[in-house]
């Protein structure tokens, strides 16, 4: 029905997704531009999982917080974070409008460019980043 592009996962995307299973801690927190990822199915009630445009409340920044500095405080949260941006998860912001892709581009820009911030996996398709001082990086 013309959403394929968003539905379909690259073995990229699948690739990452494996990754982040198999390195991120029992309790940590996985969070996501959209919930259009491969996802919950390995260990997954081991994880807390948000996602920055369909998430609670908990995401949005506070008064003079950028949107960095709130993911930053709510992954400070938990005994380690990681935030995974997808192909398919640009797809989905593109095809639906929750925001304007332009503004996804802009978010990820600011998180590669934080100090906050550590790139520990990327490929063509996806990319993942935890905290600098959690402690947390490639491999367990």
């Not at 699948?14 to 969070?31: K, Q, T």
């Not at 925001?99 to 600011?110: A, F, K, N, R, T």
């Amino acid at each position: 029905y013309g959403k394929e592009r968003m539905y379909y996962f690259t073995q990229k995307e699948v690739d990452a997704a494996e990754y982040l299973y198999h390195n991120a801690p029992p309790r940590s927190i996985l969070v996501s531009a959209t919930w259009d990822y491969p996802s919950l199915f390995h260990n997954y009630d081991n994880f807390d999982y948000m996602s920055i445009c369909c998430g609670p409340s908990k995401v949005l920044p506070r008064a003079q917080e950028t949107l960095v500095d709130a993911l930053a405080r709510l992954m400070r949260q938990y005994p380690a974070g990681y935030l995974i941006f997808t192909r398919s998860q640009r797809a989905h912001m593109e095809m639906s409008g929750l925001i304007p892709s332009v503004q996804l581009q802009s978010i990820e820009q600011s998180i590669r460019r934080s100090k906050e911030f550590k790139l520990i996996y990327m490929n063509e398709d996806a990319e993942i980043f935890t905290l600098v001082n959690s402690g947390v990086g490639v491999g367990k």
